[in-house]
């Protein structure tokens, strides 16, 4: 079958790719810029395009059976005109390039931030608020406003289908690592002695990659697929990766409360260094915790995660053999983290 994925060589691009190519697919790999490290494989041909050309997106659609929509902006920025164009506009314009080419159908990779996950009530489902408030984030608006876009063609009869993945980490990741995967290193290296309360769904990419395929193969037109791995506490799984290079982690947490409380005055400090670590962007997913509910992806699509504890083994032996990590000793540690009170 031939297949198109746009943002081919970003991080769940690239993995998504490997596994197409794997099942004996062609892939029309679309990206700005083809990586340097990209595969030579004949199954996979490499177009540079941009997402906001909607003739260039329809003349490398052609003769392709199914399209993978991936490219979007990643922000914590409560407004960026960039990210707002890229996750609404792009999305109609491969959705529109896609009608028009005759695909067959079209899988579009939005987010868990699509949903409100501040009146989630603990809770997140397909069925659950989205993210309308003008205070959210640009990302979280846009990625569901992108949606809403979707549904106009596919109201023209376009087939299509949404995946919505919670936090992302995981090999096979370039430089520069997704955010969570950076600080991930920083943990296995032994450079994050403390963290903040909190939790939240990781998956694996490559758990993220298979659900695309499996929505492409089993979805229904117009439906919405949260992709889910496993609901943790931050400074377990930060802990956990470093236990897998031989260090100890981070020793404690601070309760969220605290830094809620600096936050007036950290935030604008930040924002003078050109960081977004302590927002309300940044700890807003973290400070709800929301429970999200994978059952629709299990049960209609047949999607199975894997557990923490082995994404981080091979996490961890990813930044060993890419040269990013040096392993130590094994040190045993208490299964709980300490976190004041």
């Not at 490398?60 to 199914?66: R, T």
């Not at 993220?208 to 799984?237: F, Q, S, W």
């Not at 236990?243 to 604008?268: D, K, N, T, Y």
Request: charged share 20%; glycine share 10%.
């Amino acid at each position: 079958m031939r297949v198109a994925v746009t943002g081919a060589a970003g991080f769940v691009g690239r993995n998504l790719v490997e596994q197409l190519v794997g099942r004996g697919d062609t892939v029309v790999a679309i990206d700005r810029h083809r990586p340097a490290a990209s595969s030579d494989s004949a199954a996979v041909e490499w177009i540079s395009a941009d997402i906001l050309d909607p003739a260039a997106l329809t003349t490398a659609f052609h003769g392709v059976d199914v399209v993978y929509h991936l490219v979007a902006v990643i922000t914590l920025r409560h407004s960026d005109e960039n990210a707002w164009r890229i996750n609404t506009e792009g999305v109609r314009n491969v959705a529109e390039a896609a009608l028009d080419a005759g695909v067959r159908r079209m899988v579009h990779c939005s987010s868990i931030h699509s949903f409100d996950q501040y009146l989630c009530g603990g809770q997140i489902n397909e069925m659950s608020g989205r993210s309308v408030d003008s205070a959210l984030p640009v990302y979280d608006r846009s990625k569901w406003a992108g949606e809403q876009e979707l549904h106009r063609v596919i109201a023209r009869g376009l087939d299509a289908v949404i995946c919505n993945p919670t936090g992302v980490y995981g090999p096979i990741d370039q430089a520069p690592l997704s955010r969570i995967n950076g600080i991930l290193r920083d943990s296995a290296r032994g450079r994050v002695p403390a963290l903040i309360t909190g939790g939240f769904d990781l998956v694996d990419v490559r758990d993220v990659a298979a659900g695309l395929i499996l929505a492409a193969e089993h979805g229904v037109c117009g439906e919405n697929y949260l992709l889910t791995g496993e609901m943790v506490e931050m400074i377990e799984a930060f802990r956990l990766i470093a236990r897998e290079a031989g260090r100890r982690g981070p020793a404690f947490a601070f309760p969220m409360s605290w830094v809620q409380g600096i936050l007036p005055v950290a935030e604008p400090i930040c924002k003078l260094f050109g960081s977004d670590v302590l927002s309300k962007a940044a700890l807003g997913a973290l400070a709800s915790q929301p429970e999200v509910d994978g059952t629709k992806a299990r049960t209609e699509l047949g999607y199975a995660p894997r557990p923490i504890a082995t994404t981080m083994r091979d996490y961890a032996q990813f930044l060993v053999d890419t040269g990013q990590l040096e392993r130590r000793r094994p040190v045993t540690l208490p299964r709980r983290a300490k976190a004041f009170a």
